[in-house]
């Protein structure tokens, strides 16, 4: 823009008064200010843009062009302040979320249902993605909130919701052939054998969730035959139903194959130690939508 917004408007109500005293008192400044911001934009474009006398100003040609122009820029202005108004009156915004896609199913969707019930005019946005793509989408502002495992870095708030186990589930006779295999007395005396001629079914490398178990295992010692790593949490536990392996799954999320028997516990000596879930956001600045939101969880 070739001059400031501040000259055109000091223009635009000059010539909506047709006196500079009237402008003055209209705009809350000096007539001398008044007369200097007008110079300069005449001076900028190298002609005049008011005829000038003793009863007040006129617009020239060039004037009444600029005039033109900066009524409809300024009545645009006006518009968007109005329906920015109306907006957040209405209870107006957005929300964007990342998570993964086993934590929306599971857990999100529930707690979206209502807010969107609740708050029909806030647009939200969801970003289906592992958790470490969130926080580092969080971290660079690309994102207002993430639903996470509890991160081991700091510089984001965490607010936990959930406390979640992660567990190994396989198929009834899969578990059999295994102890057959390793000609256990049991499944829980031979775990680190069995573990060792079982096909494991973990998440990618690049999923918290994995990352967590595969500090398990190290620290366990415990290796396998095999492994199948698949992106979501919901094959996992596809795979495992159809004997494939031992997946390792949040227990939440299997409790209805658990009872029904589909699926079984895998038994191990040590469990791995349960861990948080929650919301994470940088802290720096909570939008109203941002604020109805979290809510829900107090």
């Known amino acids: 823009m070739k001059n400031q917004l501040n000259q055109y408007y000091i223009f635009y109500v000059t010539a909506k008064c047709g006196n500079i005293s009237r402008a003055a008192k209209h705009l809350y400044i000096s007539q001398p200010a008044v007369s200097k911001a007008i110079s300069r934009l ?5 002609t005049p843009l008011f005829f000038r006398s003793s009863r007040g100003v006129a617009l020239t040609e060039e004037g009444e062009l600029l005039y ?6 300024f009545h645009a202005i006006r518009t968007g302040e109005e329906q920015l108004v109306e907006k957040e009156a209405a209870g107006g915004g957005q929300l964007s979320i990342g998570v993964s896609t086993t934590l929306c199913k599971y857990v999100l969707l529930p707690y979206l249902k209502e807010f969107i019930r ?7 946005s969801i970003f289906c993605q592992s958790s470490n793509e969130t926080i580092e989408a ?3 502002g690309r994102l207002d909130i993430g639903l996470t495992g509890e991160p081991g870095r700091t510089g ?4 936990p919701i959930k406390t979640i186990s992660d567990v190994f589930v396989t198929t009834e006779d899969y578990l059999k ?6 000609q256990a007395e049991d499944e829980l005396s031979a775990e680190r054998e069995l573990f060792s001629k079982a096909t494991l079914l973990l998440l990618h490398k690049g999923n918290m969730s994995r990352q967590y178990v595969d ?8 290796s396998f035959e095999q492994q199948l790593e698949v992106t979501t949490m919901d094959l996992l536990i596809d795979f ?8 390792c799954v949040i227990r939440d999320f299997v409790e209805k194959e658990l009872e029904e028997g589909s699926l079984v516990l895998f038994p191990v000596k040590e469990p791995i130690p349960s861990r948080r879930i929650g919301f994470l956001c940088t802290g720096k600045q909570t939008t109203p939508p941002m604020q109805k939101f979290l809510r829900l969880f107090d």
């Open 215 to 222: 500090k398990y295992l190290l620290l366990r010692d415990i």
């Open 68 to 73: 033109r122009q900066l009524e409809t820029a």
């Open 156 to 159: 984001l708030l965490f607010r």
């Open 42 to 46: 005449e001076e900028s474009f190298h």
């Open 240 to 247: 495992a139903k159809i004997g494939m392996g031992i997946a």
């Open 138 to 140: 969080l971290e660079k």
């Open 177 to 182: 052939l295994l102890v057959k295999r390793t």
């Open 118 to 124: 609740e708050n029909p005019h806030i647009r939200v």
